[in-house]
């Protein structure tokens, strides 16, 4: 027993070590992070597109219908107000890869001390009783299985290398605070002004924010916010996310959350 304790311990140790050799090859600039945060850019990413549908429902809904027209009204309105420069990783219905996405996200242009990324999506699930809203930051492990099935199929398109994500890991802590902050408000604010179910209570370790490996969270380098925006597979909920006036209250909440997030970071 004593042996095999040992055993996990220097295996522990050693792939921490290869995690920060590997960080230290990379090169990776997280100085940036150390020196505060100030809200300047915001990378709104709207789920699947093109050949990938997402999830679809028995009637026909697509889920990159209802992301990319939530994408546009949220992107339409914070530009309105004309306080933060606003991009989309896709303004259209094409398809990009994960890879893509995180490349649009990591351009020079969006420092990661003065960016957030946003990924919206929607879920679908066996049971169709199932509905609510979740946002989900990046963490090794998913905290359930409902969470770890929705990142096997989110995930599905690139292969996860354990050793990356240790790498990752490590470099995640310059930001983790602003995700999770900035998670929590919008989770907070969308379930009030939406009056939808919380799926985050009593599903994370953290008290409301969830974490998964996505891989568009693992790999943008800014503080970055997965939210799944209802159910598809949820006939009321469907119902409702393919309406105009309630994309609409989304957007509007969403972007009140990014307001409050930023009225709330440190001078």
């Not at 300047?40 to 997402?54: A, E, N, S």
């Not at 979740?134 to 354990?162: C, G, I, M």
């Amino acid at each position: 027993m004593q042996f095999l304790t040992r055993l996990k311990l220097l295996i522990t140790v050693l792939i921490l070590s290869f995690a920060l050799f590997r960080q230290e090859t990379v090169g990776e600039d997280t100085s940036q992070l150390s020196t505060g945060f100030s809200l300047k850019y915001i990378v709104i990413d709207p789920g699947h597109g093109g050949r990938d549908p997402g999830c679809v429902s028995q009637s026909g809904v697509k889920e990159k219908d209802i992301t990319l027209s939530v994408s546009r009204k949220l992107a339409e309105v914070l530009r309105q107000k004309n306080e933060y420069e606003v991009f989309l990783t896709r303004a259209d219905d094409r398809f990009m890869s994960l890879r893509q996405r995180v490349a649009f996200a990591n351009q020079e242009s969006f420092p990661p001390n003065q960016s957030i990324f946003l990924s919206l999506h929607c879920n679908s699930f066996k049971d169709q009783r199932i509905h609510g809203m979740e946002s989900f930051k990046f963490d090794l492990d998913a905290t359930d299985e409902l969470a770890a099935e929705l990142v096997e199929r989110e995930n599905a398109q690139e292969s996860v290398d354990k050793f990356d994500f240790m790498i990752i890991n490590l470099r995640k802590r310059g930001n983790e605070k602003y995700t999770e902050q900035v998670a929590r408000i919008l989770q907070k604010l969308l379930v009030k002004q939406l009056g939808v179910k919380n799926r985050n209570l009593h599903a994370s370790r953290n008290a409301g924010v969830r974490g998964a490996p996505f891989y568009v969270l693992a790999w943008t380098k800014m503080p970055s916010v997965l939210l799944e925006l209802g159910f598809i597979s949820n006939d009321a909920e469907r119902k409702k996310m393919t309406e105009e006036k309630y994309q609409d209250r989304i957007a509007s909440a969403l972007a009140k959350g990014i307001k409050k997030f930023d009225q709330q970071l440190p001078e």
